[in-house]
């Protein structure tokens, strides 16, 4: 079959598009066969990729659905020829829009989908991670579902070993670009007195506790629990859980309480 000046490679990527809108692999043969032969009856392509007459007009059924393949039905005989690969292309934009649709009509009703998902799964889950890709992924998970707030017990003194001033730039710019406020409760460190300093710039309230009770961070997020550990082994863990996530709001927020916004260090 001549390709008219077609490749290999750019066959395949014809064929890559035409699989995504759908097609079947026969209506991919057709499609392929029907462009390069031109105007032709459903039987000529059928014979040029040896494909019985049912399963052909099937094919071009299907992608003359797609508008991919127009008919001539002034013909003597039923004469079809495919649209241009520019067709694909538009066709491919026409799909695009229609799952940004979807994409933005899901990502509407998500907080709703979410509790309704909580409520039938009751079950915790353990997520265990490692190495500084590992917590990226954590911190890049709690970005993505918080809701409104995150709880964040913190050693500004050990965390400082695994995360640099890009990653907490990257961190805040996001949770700010998300519109998620943060309440820190930091181990009384230097780092934690400057942190506090440029509280109100970054959205952020942050008490410092006494007696360093804590050298690894927690994050408190929606129905789940992030725990970072910096000690010789950099580790961290999530734990989708209400039950678990409810127990550790609470022993934040008694915490905080105790340590009020009034104090200083």
């Known amino acids: 079959m001549k390709n008219k000046g077609y490749d290999h490679h750019e066959l395949e990527k014809l064929k890559d598009a035409l699989k995504a809108l759908g097609a079947s692999p026969n209506a991919i043969a057709f499609y392929l066969a029907s462009y390069a032969g031109g105007r ?40 079809i020829f495919a649209n241009p690969p520019k067709t694909v292309m538009a066709r491919l ?10 994409h933005d ?32 992924k954590i911190t890049e998970d709690v970005l993505e579902h918080a809701n409104g707030e995150i709880l964040l017990f913190s050693n500004q003194r050990t965390e400082k070993r695994v995360f640099t001033e890009s990653d907490h730039r990257e961190f805040i710019a996001e949770r700010l670009r998300r519109a998620i406020t943060i309440r820190v409760l930091a181990a009384n460190t230097e780092e934690a007195r400057e942190l506090k300093k440029k509280d109100e710039r970054s959205r ?11 050298t690894s961070e927690t994050y408190i997020y929606e129905q789940n629990v992030a725990m970072l550990s910096f000690d010789q082994t950099v580790v ?11 127990a550790q709001r609470w022993m934040f927020e008694e915490i905080w309480k105790k340590h009020g ?5």
């Open 204 to 214: 952020r309230q942050t008490r410092i506790v006494e007696g360093e009770p804590f």
């Open 261 to 265: 916004e009034n104090r200083e260090h």
């Open 105 to 136: 009509a899901i990502e509407e009703a998500m907080p709703e989908l979410l509790a309704s998902y909580s409520d039938r799964t009751s079950r915790p889950v353990l997520e265990f991670h490692s190495g500084r890709d590992g917590l990226h």
């Open 40 to 79: 032709q009856t459903v039987g000529d392509v059928a014979k040029a990729v040896r494909m019985d007459r049912s399963s052909a007009y099937l094919a071009c059924d299907q992608l003359h659905e797609l508008g991919l393949v127009e008919r001539d039905m002034a013909a003597p005989r039923q004469v």
């Open 236 to 246: 961290g863990f999530i734990v989708r859980s209400k039950e678990f996530a409810d």
């Open 93 to 102: 934009r026409t799909e695009i829009r229609r799952f940004r649709r979807y």
